[in-house]
């Protein structure tokens, strides 16, 4: 597990210059363009749907873009999103009413899959799907809104579902969301985390590829 994949969020982005906004995140030094999908019905917000991504690869946005669903019901929306150049397609297992179902469709369509836990959805949800899932994404604060302070309760979390995914044994990527920043990544890694969504920790900064280094650096320490 020497992965550190730093991928900010476009959900604090500039929506007035969202190309360039990732074109400079990316220079800085992410690895992933991390989408916050929406819908006022899973979640109380309304964000961004398949055009956007669209886009972006348009634009020339070559790195993965991991979506992360926050819809319900999401299997209409899976295809999507696949079209318009999706990498990675993960959701929450509240959100579909067959989530095996659910994983195979977005694989069907060339894309990665994962499943998204809540801060309240217990682990025992992966116990059956595990095996079939190339991501999953563990919620550090309830989903819906930018800007939220870290949930400590994750960290122990973190540690109960990379300990299932070693004893797996499959390259299963762990991946925080909500609330991480640069003083708090190295305890998020030593946890088990590999994958870091970072939004206003980045976008809110004048330097991005600063605040990138310091996350990496923290990361590194915290694993030595």
Same mark, same amino acid.
């Given at each position: 597990m020497s992965n550190c994949i730093i991928a900010p969020s476009i959900l604090s982005?500039?929506?007035?210059?969202?190309?360039?906004?990732?074109?400079?995140?990316?220079?800085?030094?992410?690895?992933?363009?991390?989408?916050?999908?929406?819908?006022?019905?899973?979640?109380?917000?309304?964000?961004?749907?398949?055009?956007?991504?669209?886009?972006?690869?348009? /634009?020339?946005?070559?790195?993965?873009?991991?979506?992360?669903?926050?819809?319900?019901?999401?299997?209409?929306?899976?295809?999507?999103?696949?079209?318009?150049?999706?990498?990675?397609?993960?959701? /929450?297992?509240?959100?579909?009413?067959?989530?095996?179902?659910?994983?195979?469709?977005?694989?069907?369509?060339?894309?990665?899959?994962?499943l998204v836990l809540n801060p309240g959805t217990p682990v025992e949800v992966l116990d059956w799907v595990l095996e079939d899932l190339d991501l999953v994404l563990l919620m550090s604060v309830n989903p819906g809104f930018g800007g939220q302070a870290f949930i400590p309760s994750t960290l122990d979390k973190l540690r109960a579902v990379r300990t299932m995914i070693d004893k797996l044994g499959k390259p299963i990527t762990l991946e925080v969301d909500g609330g991480v920043k640069a003083d708090n990544i190295g305890a998020i890694a030593a946890a088990g985390a590999d994958a870091f969504v970072a939004g206003s920790a980045i976008f809110n900064t004048p330097d991005y590829a600063d605040v990138i280094s310091k996350m990496r650096a923290n990361v590194a320490a915290a694993r030595s």
């Amino acid at each position: 597990m020497s992965n550190c994949i730093i991928a900010p969020s476009i959900l604090s982005a500039n929506f007035a210059k969202l190309g360039e906004e990732v074109d400079n995140v990316l220079a800085a030094g992410a690895d992933w363009v991390h989408f916050d999908v929406m819908d006022n019905h899973y979640v109380p917000n309304l964000t961004i749907g398949p055009m956007v991504c669209q886009a972006l690869r348009k /634009h020339g946005v070559t790195a993965p873009i991991d979506v992360h669903l926050m819809v319900e019901p999401v299997d209409r929306i899976v295809p999507d999103f696949a079209e318009a150049g999706a990498s990675l397609i993960s959701f /929450h297992p509240e959100a579909s009413r067959h989530v095996h179902r659910t994983i195979q469709l977005i694989k069907s369509h060339g894309c990665k899959a994962g499943l998204v836990l809540n801060p309240g959805t217990p682990v025992e949800v992966l116990d059956w799907v595990l095996e079939d899932l190339d991501l999953v994404l563990l919620m550090s604060v309830n989903p819906g809104f930018g800007g939220q302070a870290f949930i400590p309760s994750t960290l122990d979390k973190l540690r109960a579902v990379r300990t299932m995914i070693d004893k797996l044994g499959k390259p299963i990527t762990l991946e925080v969301d909500g609330g991480v920043k640069a003083d708090n990544i190295g305890a998020i890694a030593a946890a088990g985390a590999d994958a870091f969504v970072a939004g206003s920790a980045i976008f809110n900064t004048p330097d991005y590829a600063d605040v990138i280094s310091k996350m990496r650096a923290n990361v590194a320490a915290a694993r030595s």
